[in-house]
């Protein structure tokens, strides 16, 4: 893309929504999330191969989750005073390594190691590729975080599938093929971080007026620290009942329904794609009606489904199973924009502390769900995690910060 020769042009095209910068940036996290959920996809290959028990697979993801979210917020404050644009390639960088260790991990403890680098890999892509999305926004902020976000999505749908098509019938080692989508995320984000460096300019020029064209928030210190903490414990009710899903729902399916490990990838397919579609549907919805209805009525709305889930057969699991994929999705947009409304010019900050919370409240999740399961069963699990969406109901709290705004329609 050609660089602005003038600060005029510079402000002119922040203002604008850049939408080969927003979609190249959604496929690079499209990239990044596929790597990502091979690991989880894997897991019923890894506990036959190495007979780990249920607890052992949630340490696995928690040590995966958590170095994929401990560093986030400090990469995010970071970055927000000393932006990197090559961080984003050098991020992929860590993932292509940890695939092709896990590709030949031999033990436990390699697979630890191996997950760890993927980790780091996306502890580093997720505040920086989302600054890019704000900065590609043009404005229209919860738009460009779902298209941001929904690449993500698609992109933990579709790893579990192809796992299911190339690692699961040929073996681990094949899990060194996702490598090639890890250079070519490399090579997208080499030329997203030279956009992102020349428009540097603008992001800094247009502070000012982002700030006068954002809705003015006049509530004390103390209150946007209370929201803040309130938007942190409905992340950790949305994690922690994906991680259920994401880690365990292949077990549930085959424990109580005996499908095949491949059909449960299929299914396990079908709610991470409903979890992609509500993803784009969040932010534009967000910014039309409003951030705190849609964060509402995703967290809230999907608990009629998710406490009859455990209490019928399988087709009708299936559906259901899409059907709070596709609400429960839409609220990660709407709460990670509503954020940096609330702490406005750390948008690198907000950023890593909210996905770093996401994937830590997912590893935690997963290595608790684990130790129940293994000291009860998996169905018990899934009875349990079916009240964690009516904490949704304390989004009531929340402050209407968008006060009398007039919405794009």
Known sequence: MKTQSSPQAAVLTAQQTVYPILFAISFSHLLNDLIQSVIPAIYPLLKENYVLTFTQIGIITLVFQLTASILQPFIGLYTDKKPNPKSLAIAMLFSLLGLLCLAFASNLYYILASVSLIGIGSSIFHPEASKVAHLASGGKKGLAQSIFQVGGNAGGATGPLLAALIVIPFGQK????????????????????????????????????????????????????????????????????????????????????????????????????????????????????GRKLIIWISILGAAPFTLL???????????????????????????????????????????????????????????????????????YVFNVCAYLPLIGIITGFLPNIEGSKKRKG
């Open 174 to 289: 094949y899990v060194g093929w996702f490598g090639v989508l890890a250079i070519l995320g490399m090579i997208l984000l080499t030329f997203v971080g030279k956009w992102y460096q020349q428009n540097m300019l603008a992001r800094s020029l247009t502070k000012n007026v982002a700030h006068h064209s954002a809705p003015t928030v006049t509530i004390s210190r103390k209150r946007v620290i209370i929201s803040i903490v309130i938007l942190l414990v409905l992340i950790f009710s949305k994690y922690f009942y994906m991680a259920s899903m994401t880690s365990y729902f292949t077990f549930y399916l085959i424990d109580k329904f005996h499908v095949s490990v491949q059909q449960s990838q299929i299914y396990l397919f079908a709610f991470l794609a409903a979890v992609a579609a509500g993803t784009i549907l969040g932010g534009p919805l967000g910014d039309r009606y």
């Open 309 to 379: 889930l455990p209490h019928v057969g399988l087709n009708m699991t299936i559906i259901l199973a899409i059907l709070i994929g596709l609400i429960i999705s839409s609220a990660f947009s709407a709460i990670l924009v509503y954020a940096t409304e609330l702490i406005p010019g750390k948008i690198g900050l907000v950023s890593g502390l909210f996905f770093g919370f996401a994937f830590g409240m997912g590893g935690i999740g997963s290595a608790l769900l684990g130790w129940l399961a293994d000291k009860t069963n998996i169905e």
